[in-house]
Nanobody, 126 residues
Framework: VQLQASGGGLVQAGGSLRLSCAYS????????MGWFRQAPGKEREFVAAISQSSTRTLYADSVQGRFSISRDNAKNTVYLQMDSLKPEDTAVYSCAATPAGFSTTYVAKSDVYTGWGQGTQVTVSS
């Protein structure tokens, strides 16, 4: 599994960004996909996850209502639309994949993900 995130950048508070994560390999549609972020000096934290068929999603409380995860299985790509960005959203955002079934019990846990991509920096200025 190879993953490559892109779309990060510098944006003012209240602005929007759309992150993309391109998957290289077979069977993208069999993976649950997740987004995580890590701010300087902090531990990596869960942001959002989406099931294989896009029927189920899960969001961290801190981004609920502002971020939206989606995927295009024909393009082997998962997206993270980020609106109403806040300075506290500043972090390196990474995408990850797991072949496990979608369960809210564990899709927010980074250790269930078997493939990780390089992150993309998101900086939100106040």
């Amino acid at each position: 599994v190879q993953l490559q995130a892109s779309g990060g950048g510098l944006v003012q508070a209240g602005g929007s960004l759309r992150l993309s994560c391109a998957y290289s390999g077979l069977s993208f549609r069999t993976y649950v996909m997740g987004w995580f972020r890590q701010a300087p000096g902090k531990e990596r934290e869960f942001v959002a996850a989406i099931s294989q068929s896009s029927t189920r999603t899960l969001y961290a409380d801190s981004v609920q209502g502002r971020f939206s995860i989606s995927r295009d299985n024909a393009k082997n790509t998962v997206y993270l639309q980020m609106d109403s960005l806040k300075p506290e959203d500043t972090a390196v955002y990474s995408c990850a994949a797991t072949p496990a079934g979608f369960s809210t019990t564990y899709v927010a846990k980074s250790d269930v993900y078997t493939g990780w991509g390089q992150g993309t920096q998101v900086t939100v200025s106040s």
